[in-house]
Nanobody, 121 residues
Framework: RVQLVESGGGSVQTGGSLTLSCVASRFTSCMAWFRQAPGKEREGVARIWPGLDTDYADTVKGRFTISRDIDKHTVYLQMSSLKPDDSAVYYC??????????????????WGQGTQVSVSS
């Protein structure tokens, strides 16, 4: 089993920045960030493959950056120009082998416990 531990959430004002981190207990092929706001479905935010290829939801392109340190089994999500609509619980997800896609939520094998991000206007 792989454990994922997120950190870095918090409260910021509109236009602010936050960086989320997720440490995995072992190497996983694909890592991603999802988020879920109250009353809404969980949605993919960003994903990164082992070759460092990335993909983003249209709503965060140009504002969020996903990166990973493979040696440290860690994935990061740098978030800038935050908006109130970005407020949600952010979850780290991992797929042990193979590739992953933001729309294929069922492909992910492991999930973190979530970290709250709140953006006030």
């Amino acid at each position: 089993r792989v454990q994922l531990v997120e950190s870095g959430g918090g409260s910021v004002q509109t236009g602010g920045s936050l960086t989320l981190s997720c440490v995995a207990s072992r190497f996983t092929s694909c890592m991603a960030w999802f988020r879920q706001a109250p009353g809404k479905e969980r949605e993919g935010v960003a994903r990164i493959w082992p070759g460092l290829d990335t993909d983003y939801a249209d709503t965060v392109k140009g504002r969020f950056t996903i990166s990973r340190d493979i040696d440290k089994h860690t994935v990061y999500l740098q978030m800038s120009s935050l908006k109130p609509d970005d407020s949600a619980v952010y979850y780290c997800a991992a797929r042990l082998t193979g590739l992953c896609y933001l729309k294929a939520i069922d492909d992910y094998d492991y999930w973190g416990q979530g970290t709250q991000v709140s953006v006030s206007s």
